[in-house]
């Protein structure tokens, strides 16, 4: 068993209620490393292509990383997967919180689940031992009040639960998976995957020990990190996520009235100060970490929004209000708790609403189809009815629970133009246009418009990388947040494969540690003598499984695209827009420097020098 | 000026006796490092293609790295660089000694020398001043004698020199230049190119100092050489390279008669150990260098063997000992002085002596074309006259002085079966049968059959990039030598890119510093924060832009391959033989995880990726 894993991966099975522990060796684990890697891995290999995402053959992984658990900030990142039922592709969410770290503690590194429960259930983990617990009481309650009686009916205040809420439970598509209520795994749906295995989730408890391979350097590392975390991380101390909202819409990104402007005019209501100003009453953090990024907020009136829930990021403030041309801060913040305890994306959910907001402007539906909600941007109210018709799959709230791809099919009369997503996930709040790396991203991203893994306009390029750090010295001159030439594909083929492999490491991407930091990081924990090089091509790994998982289900090169209205609707002072033919020669060039062929699959070469020549078996 | 170099570069014109200094950017350094990439940036864009590289069109440039003088042992290493005589393509010869570190000293990092002096010059460098030195009067002077005349006329002992003798002036197509009488640039022919512009040689003295980012760190590291020397190099401390000729027998690898053979029953007589307890009188090292591998030999009778010309090492041991048949010490000991006095390329000066031996066996040539020598294998008065010979370019000499590959086409009668050579230039003596990623790595080697940069069946892969480092700690089983399946080729992939680098560092292959410890040294010298994945692609830069000066010269992917006898002549107890097929296949796998099309052409891709688009305009 290496250093920093548990050597332990269970698997459950909800049909039959039995469960079974495998112990990979030592190989599988300095390959994949974690997250990304080990769920593309058991997808790739256990899933028959073109199932239903909800039937009972799907399988739910949770899994860490390596670092997970650590004891250093930045570990507390985990995620979940499954094919999903919104891209009908490779679906994954990363969130942060104490699940992942507890799970590691309970002594599995993944916990694999399949089949589906005869009637509703949860999961009880506790050092080591399963149990199948009856959640039939539980079952359409919300995600505190069950996380609330999980814990007293175990009588441990200490357990960590990841579950869903009403939304997960009647499967809308874009539902997310909630652990310890604020830490959303939030996108492509793995709520609804969750709730059609009849599982309302799973409690996690564990007093064991991972082994570390260097106790000291990890505390040196820890040290680091305490003393240099106001100078790096002083705006997630301020502000966190949603101090970044008024820059967004200062440089004419802050995607409006679902895509259709950069710009919001009531953007300093929305803002981080704005919330920090009047409904903040706390913060919040994840295992470890001394940073405290996360927001908890309360109101009184004129809606009553519950501190359990936590409080909205930069994305939940933009995707409830600049997108949906709502400036009312308590009735976001009253969105975030609804989507929070239903279990609903907060992205997702925000460009449903949006979307619908849209297509009522252009005439596509009418109060007929609301029943008689006025869908005009900017009305607060219609919004947060909307999100409770989601949750329920009532009125028009069932069709947009199918997501807005499938939305816009079901409008019909031009309402695709309008549906602003890639691969059936709505795009998330760095526009694209203006940051036209990112957008790439978008394209290309294995879980349709993702922005954990791509946004790369904001920052330098990955500075142990060469470009970066000749970049911040004043060496290489900047390339435009607008520039999408070979340039740019570089640093995003560069950037990506770190920055999907700080998801099998299970580490924020906030954290400050230099790559080298990293190396050292990975190498306190398990004792490996590991490189950056190294691992870069553990990222690049999960690049390529996910990208064939994806082919296997018969995604093509002609779904990495965007949508139209970033082709079409001009942003900012300059009009920027992506071109459609700079975008597809970005993303041929990108496939060319992944060693992909034109279609965008991997060269059996490729996967060779990967050492995953395995899943060439699948292409 | 980055911290680590001068920022100077020196251009000569032998032709009008001027020079200029240039002084490159800081992404010049950044990108390039030094060494290959410098000498193959400059070929490529100032070369026209097809020159007769004996012409004055040609240039001859001499090329420190980043490390290059840096205090701590390795870094004496540099190259000279220009189209080959031998091979008719890049041509390149690395070197360690003290010449680059003086060069750097004299405050240069690289010096290009055009054109063709009307008469015989040489070179006088001294604290950034240039002047051209009549040389009339060391015309076909020796190589320890020109030294010596140079010292005495300049009155100054500290010179370094770099010169050739009478094979060079004869243009000789396998002459080498030596750097302080002992320290070869053996390959591809640059003291041909050196005597073909009438330049007996350079001589360099700096007293400058060049400024280091962090003299600390480099102190740091020169401790921890010279604390932990013994545990790493005791084989060098002991018997430097021609310690390792009894492995090479044992394992029927010692390439003995023209490679008929791997196992030469003599061995013993030529070892590095017999060397030890006969002829050794003494060991030299290189610049800052406590590891002393060099050996220094005297030889009384039956031949004279001035000590000032060194010992053979490995390489020259197998050349004129085994390769010849020959078992007599003291005969290669003069082989290696007349080869150093001449400068001529002992690799392969003993390859077209064993060569012609050969075809004399065969009856290709007899007695008639030998003017009577009974070339016989074992002869080694016979050896030592024909090697005479091809140094004054008399006899057989002249048409072995053109290289094996033209001789065999001169001799005609099927002796191309016999000539083992690829490009044009002999096969070192890791036999690429028994060490077929070494034998891969000669088939697609840039400057021909080369072991620099290839020899990498004997090591683990580079550790810190995984697959070593799971070998070493038994997680991956270690790959046969003889394997070269996809395994090997993605071993040897990543390996060349690094042994790439170590080039164009300017640092020794033998130095025990981690890959690590090498980004430290790195960024000591330079303050720049750099990792092992850039690290990487600089070296994966020298491999593409050499390739695309290869490409451009008409090299196709059809010379990518071992001579005949490599897949004919089985060697070893288990009768090891390249398969051509397995070979081709292996190629063709390189050819696709380097981002090169099917015919080993880089795609315009891959040279964005690595920051060199503008080689494309070259294919």
Same mark, same amino acid.
């Given at each position: 068993?290496? #250093?920093?894993?548990?050597g332990?991966?269970?698997?459950?099975?909800?049909?039959?209620?039995?469960?079974?522990?495998?112990?990979?060796?030592?190989?599988?684990?300095?390959?994949? #490393?974690g997250?990304?890697?080990?769920?593309?891995?058991?997808?790739?290999?256990?899933?028959?292509p073109?199932?239903?995402?909800?039937e009972?053959?799907?399988?739910?992984?949770?899994?860490?990383?390596?670092?997970?658990?650590?004891?250093?900030? @930045?570990?507390?990142?985990?995620?979940?997967?499954?094919?999903?039922?919104?891209?009908?592709?490779?679906?994954?969410?990363?969130?942060?919180?104490?699940?992942?770290?507890?799970?590691?503690?309970a002594?599995?590194?993944?916990?694999?689940?399949?089949?589906?429960a005869?009637?509703?259930?949860?999961?009880?983990?506790?050092? /080591?031992?399963?149990?199948f617990?009856?959640?039939?009481?539980?079952?359409?309650?919300?995600?505190?009040?069950?996380?609330?009686?999980?814990?007293?009916?175990?009588?441990?205040?200490?357990?960590?639960?990841?579950?869903?809420?009403?939304?997960?439970?009647?499967?809308?598509?874009?539902?997310?998976?909630?652990?310890d209520?604020?830490?959303?795994?939030?996108?492509?749906?793995?709520?609804?995957?969750? @709730?059609?295995?009849?599982l309302?989730?799973?409690a996690?408890?564990?007093?064991?020990?991972?082994?570390?391979?260097?106790?000291?350097?990890?505390a040196?590392?820890?040290?680091?990190?305490?003393?240099?975390?106001?100078s790096?991380?002083?705006?997630?101390?301020?502000?966190?996520?949603? /101090?970044?909202?008024?820059?967004?819409?200062?440089?004419?990104?802050?995607?409006?009235?679902?895509?259709?402007?950069?710009y #919001?005019?009531?953007?300093?209501?929305i803002?981080?100060?704005?919330?920090?100003?009047?409904?903040?009453?706390?913060?919040?953090?994840?295992?470890?970490?001394?940073?405290?990024?996360?927001?908890?907020?309360?109101?009184?009136?004129?809606?009553?929004?519950?501190?359990?829930?936590?409080?909205?990021?930069y994305?939940?403030?933009?995707?409830?209000?600049?997108?949906?041309?709502?400036?009312?801060?308590?009735?976001?913040?009253?969105?975030?708790?609804?989507?929070?305890a239903?279990?609903?994306?907060?992205?997702s959910?925000?460009?449903?609403?949006?979307?619908?907001?849209?297509?009522?402007?252009?005439?596509?539906?009418?109060?007929?189809?609301?029943?008689?909600?006025?869908?005009?941007?900017?009305?607060?109210?219609?919004?947060?009815?909307?999100?409770?018709?989601?949750?329920d799959?009532?009125?028009?709230?069932?069709?947009?629970?199918?997501?807005?791809?499938?939305?816009?099919?079901?409008?019909?009369?031009?309402?695709?133009?309008?549906?602003?997503?890639?691969?059936?996930?709505p795009?998330?709040?760095?526009?694209?246009?203006?940051?036209?790396?990112?957008g790439?991203?978008?394209?290309?991203?294995?879980?349709?418009?993702?922005?954990?893994?791509?946004?790369?306009?904001?920052?330098?390029?990955?500075?142990?990388?060469?470009?970066?750090?000749?970049?911040?010295?004043?060496?290489?001159?900047?390339?435009?947040t607008?520039c999408?030439?070979?340039?740019?594909?570089?640093?995003?083929?560069?950037?990506?494969?770190?920055?999907?492999?700080?998801?099998?490491?299970?580490?924020?991407?906030?954290?400050?540690?230099?790559?080298?930091?990293?190396?050292?990081?990975?190498?306190?924990?398990?004792?490996?003598?590991?490189?950056?090089?190294?691992?870069?091509?553990v990222?690049?790994?999960?690049?390529n499984?996910?990208?064939?998982?994806?082919?296997?289900?018969?995604?093509?090169?002609k779904?990495?695209?965007?949508?139209?209205?970033?082709?079409e609707?001009?942003?900012?002072?300059? @009009?920027?827009?992506?071109?459609?033919?700079?975008?597809?020669?970005?993303?041929?060039?990108?496939?060319?420097?992944?060693?992909?062929?034109?279609?965008?699959?991997?060269?059996?070469?490729?996967?060779q020098?990967?050492?995953?020549e395995?899943?060439?078996? #699948?292409?």
């Open positions: 068993m290496p #250093f920093g894993y548990n332990r991966i269970l698997r459950v099975n909800l049909t039959n209620q039995t469960f079974e522990v495998e112990e990979p060796d030592e190989i599988f684990y300095r390959t994949y #490393f997250g990304r890697n080990f769920i593309a891995y058991y997808l790739l290999n256990e899933l028959k073109s199932i239903d995402p909800l009972p053959d799907n399988k739910l992984i949770f899994a860490t990383g390596v670092l997970t658990g650590a004891p250093t900030g @930045g570990t507390g990142r985990n995620s979940v997967g499954a094919k999903s039922p919104l891209t009908g592709l490779y679906g994954e969410a990363e969130a942060g919180g104490f699940f992942g770290s507890e799970l590691k503690k002594g599995f590194d993944a916990l694999i689940i399949e089949g589906k005869v009637k509703p259930v949860y999961l009880w983990i506790k050092d /080591g031992q399963v149990e617990k009856d959640a039939t009481h539980l079952w359409g309650k919300k995600v505190a009040c069950a996380d609330k009686q999980i814990k007293a009916e175990l009588n441990d205040k200490l357990i960590r639960t990841a579950l869903i809420g009403p939304g997960g439970e009647k499967l809308v598509r874009f539902a997310c998976i909630l652990n209520i604020v830490h959303a795994y939030g996108r492509t749906g793995m709520g609804a995957v969750m @709730g059609s295995k009849n309302k989730g799973v996690v408890r564990g007093r064991g020990k991972v082994e570390y391979a260097n106790r000291q350097k990890l040196a590392i820890a040290k680091w990190l305490i003393d240099n975390v106001d790096y991380c002083g705006w997630a101390k301020f502000a966190g996520t949603p /101090g970044s909202l008024l820059g967004h819409n200062a440089a004419g990104g802050l995607p409006t009235r679902n895509y259709s402007s950069g #919001f005019e009531k953007a300093e209501e803002s981080g100060e704005k919330m920090h100003a009047t409904i903040l009453v706390g913060r919040d953090t994840c295992f470890a970490c001394p940073v405290r990024c996360k927001q908890v907020v309360e109101v009184k009136e004129p809606y009553q929004v519950d501190r359990i829930y936590g409080g909205p990021e994305e939940t403030l933009a995707a409830f209000g600049s997108l949906c041309g709502v400036s009312d801060l308590k009735a976001i913040a009253k969105a975030n708790e609804l989507c929070n239903n279990s609903l994306d907060t992205i959910a925000g460009a449903a609403v949006a979307f619908a907001m849209d297509c009522f402007e252009h005439g596509i539906i009418t109060t007929a189809d609301t029943e008689g909600l006025d869908l005009k941007f900017g009305n607060a109210g219609a919004m947060l009815e909307l999100v409770q018709q989601i949750t799959r009532q009125g028009l709230g069932a069709i947009l629970a199918e997501g807005v791809e499938k939305a816009a099919q079901t409008f019909g009369k031009g309402a695709e133009k309008l549906a602003v997503h890639v691969k059936g996930q795009l998330p709040f760095h526009d694209g246009r203006l940051k036209q790396g990112t790439l991203g978008y394209a290309l991203s294995p879980t349709g418009a993702d922005h954990n893994h791509n946004m790369l306009d904001d920052f330098y390029a990955p500075g142990g990388f060469g470009m970066g750090e000749m970049t911040a010295l004043g060496i290489l001159e900047p390339l435009a607008n999408l030439d070979h340039r740019k594909v570089r640093m995003y083929t560069y950037h990506t494969m770190w920055k999907s492999l700080l998801n099998c490491f299970g580490l924020c991407m906030f954290m400050p540690y230099s790559y080298q930091q990293q190396a050292e990081l990975v190498q306190a924990v398990t004792g490996w003598n590991t490189s950056t090089w190294e691992l870069a091509k990222g690049e790994r999960s690049i499984l996910t990208r064939i998982f994806n082919l296997r289900e018969g995604m093509t090169a779904d990495d695209t965007l949508p139209p209205r970033l082709f609707v001009p942003i900012g002072d300059k @009009g920027y827009v992506v071109e459609p033919e700079q975008l597809q020669l970005a993303i041929k060039t990108y496939y060319a420097m992944m060693g992909w062929d034109e279609e965008g699959r991997p060269t059996l070469a490729k996967l020098e990967l050492g995953i395995w899943a060439g078996d #699948f292409l």
